[in-house]
């Protein structure tokens, strides 16, 4: 996900609360925000400079958990809109049973590997609301998606940004970087299919 602002200067501005928002808004309700960029600039920035990562990851983690939280709800209340005409033809009862049984069976992968990649990340547990995936299910594993997240994308950071304390200068570059491996994972299958 291209950034629409400086994460730099975002996080400097508005510092952890800044980062609490946007995690929260990226995790279940706004997908044009920075997710894995936002994470790895924090780390760089735990490992180089004022932030501490001891608050860093537990603030990232409660963040995630709580915008997938909404984002489930949000799921669950989309189906009242077919009550309306032109959502009926979108929200077809057979499009959610089957949605359903998709999450029943492999609910759990997607909201654990939906977490890496970004737009996914925010839709999935609107989805997972809307095909009424078992709550408990899908809290253990937000639970879970949340907290590898959290640690592996911000840790990442924290320890380039230790072994290299001038990555900082080069924030820009890191963060392209981010971007472009974050979003491998939608790329790649669209190659393989036009090369079968």
Do not use: C
Not at 26 to 45: C, H, K, R, V
Not at 85 to 109: D, M, Q, S, T
Request: hydrophobic share 50%.
């Amino acid at each position: 996900m291209l950034e629409l602002f400086d994460i730099p200067q975002t996080i400097a501005t508005y510092g952890y609360l800044g980062i609490a928002s946007i995690v929260f808004l990226e995790s279940g309700i706004f997908f044009a925000l920075p997710g894995d960029s936002l994470l790895f600039t924090a780390g760089i920035l735990a490992g180089t400079t004022y932030l501490k990562l001891y608050y860093l990851i537990p603030i990232i983690f409660i963040s995630s958990i709580l915008g997938s939280i909404i984002g489930y709800f949000i799921g669950t209340h989309i189906e009242r809109l077919r009550t309306f005409p032109f959502f009926r033809k979108i929200l077809k009862e057979e499009h959610i049973n089957k949605a359903h049984i998709f999450f029943e069976k492999h609910g759990k992968f997607a909201i654990l590997f939906s977490r890496f990649i970004p737009v996914v990340r925010t839709f999935t547990p609107i989805v997972a609301g809307i095909a009424r995936m078992n709550y408990k299910s899908f809290i253990k594993y937000n639970i879970l998606s949340s907290l590898v997240w959290s640690s592996t994308v911000t840790l990442l950071g924290f320890f380039l940004g230790r072994i290299f304390p001038n990555i900082k200068d080069y924030l820009s570059l890191a963060i392209i970087i981010i971007i472009l491996i974050s979003i491998l994972p939608m790329i790649i299958p669209n190659i393989r299919r036009k090369k079968s």
